[in-house]
Structure formats: structure tokens, C-alpha cells
């Protein structure tokens, strides 16, 4: 299996790359944002593969960092969600704000994606929701490992209403979490206990 591929960049067109790796061409199909970021033609260029191997076909899809190629799996472990949708999830916005929108529930902006309609946005809300939550709560919170004191509660609330929630909705929720964390008044546990309560 192909896990990566270094070369240079021989075209670009809508969908894919033709990139040249030691004299031999591979077509690598890519979301706009990372065809957006790789360079132009004659520049030095590695992309993380995903390779999907089928009766007919062997099909290389390209990312520009780790992130991006697992999300690109999550997604299309969800029934209905193939490659050109995923991609298309991926070139509309970057993981992180993929991961906050499926967490708050935001179906208007994943039906954005061209070929997603209402019950495919249903579905991948429902199937990701957990993860992505998990992924944005890491994503906002690396780190932050401060026990809980004057401005740890604004703080939750704050990540809270980044993800998407009402600012009433995530302080109650954050008030709920601090007597639910028997003690353990960490940042992060405030928030995953907060997400909990919003999301039953």
C-alpha cells in the first residue's frame, strides 16, 4: 500500500495532481484546499495517500496533512459519503472547523457540500457527532490542564459557543459539568462534561 508520495509536481487540474515521482506519474485526487496549497508545476511536493483499490480501478487520494487524511476516513465510513463528497466536506473548510461544525450540530453549513442533502447531513451529524466533538474539545483545549478557578467557567462557556452552542445554553450546561466533576475541575473536563449535558 502507498502511505506517501514525494516528488514534483508536473500539472494541476480540477480534482487531482499529476505528481512526478522519480519519473513516474501519479494521478492523486485532492480537495481544493490542498490542490490550493501544494505549489505549481516544476515545484517539489508531499502528499499523505489514501489508497482505494477496487475490481477496476486503483484510485490514490492525496492530503496535505494528517488531519485532514482521517477525517477524509471518518467520513467515508459514514453510508452514502464516497470520496468526491469527503473531498468536497474537506475543500469547503479545514478539519478543525469540520470537527466544530458536525459537534454543534450544523447541518445548513455540511449540506454546503456538493451531493449532500438533508438526510446525508442527518446522517453524518449523527454517525460523527461524538468524535467530532471529541476532536474539537482536543483541538481547543490541547493543553489546558488548569484546574478550575475565577475564569475557567468563562473559559468552558467560551469554547462552548465557539463549537456553536448559545451562550445560556453552554453556561448552564458548564454549571451542571463543575458540580458533576466530583473535585475534578480541570478546563477539559468542564467541557466534556458540559458536552455531555447539551447532547444527552
Not at 29 to 47: F, K, N, W
Not at 98 to 120: E, N
Request: net charge negative; charged share 20%; proline share 3%.
Amino acid at each position: 500500500m502507498i502511505g506517501k508520495l514525494s516528488g514534483r509536481i508536473d500539472t494541476i487540474e480540477a480534482g487531482h495532481v499529476l505528481l512526478d515521482v522519480g519519473g513516474v506519474g501519479y494521478i492523486v485526487q485532492a480537495s481544493t484546499r490542498t490542490l490550493s496549497v501544494l505549489g505549481g508545476p516544476g515545484d517539489a511536493a508531499s502528499l499523505l495517500i489514501e489508497m482505494h483499490v477496487r475490481e477496476d480501478a486503483m484510485v490514490l487520494y492525496g492530503f496535505a496533512d494528517a488531519a485532514e487524511r482521517h477525517w477524509f476516513r471518518l467520513l467515508t465510513s459514514v453510508q452514502g459519503v464516497g470520496a468526491r463528497i469527503a473531498l468536497g466536506l474537506l475543500g469547503m473548510c479545514p478539519p478543525e472547523q469540520l470537527a466544530s461544525a458536525i459537534a454543534a450540530g450544523d447541518k445548513p453549513m455540511i449540506q454546503r457540500a456538493d451531493g449532500v442533502g438533508p438526510k446525508l447531513a442527518a446522517r453524518i451529524l449523527t454517525e460523527l457527532k461524538d468524535k467530532a466533538g471529541k476532536m474539537a474539545l482536543e483541538s481547543h483545549s490541547a493543553g489546558a490542564h488548569v484546574v478550575a478557578g475565577p475564569g475557567v467557567e468563562d473559559d468552558a462557556v467560551s469554547v462552548l459557543v465557539n463549537l456553536g452552542y448559545a451562550r445560556a445554553q453552554a453556561a448552564g450546561a458548564v454549571a451542571a459539568a463543575r458540580v458533576a466533576a466530583n473535585g475534578d475541575e480541570k478546563l477539559d473536563t468542564l467541557i466534556r462534561l458540559a458536552l455531555r449535558q447539551m447532547n444527552g
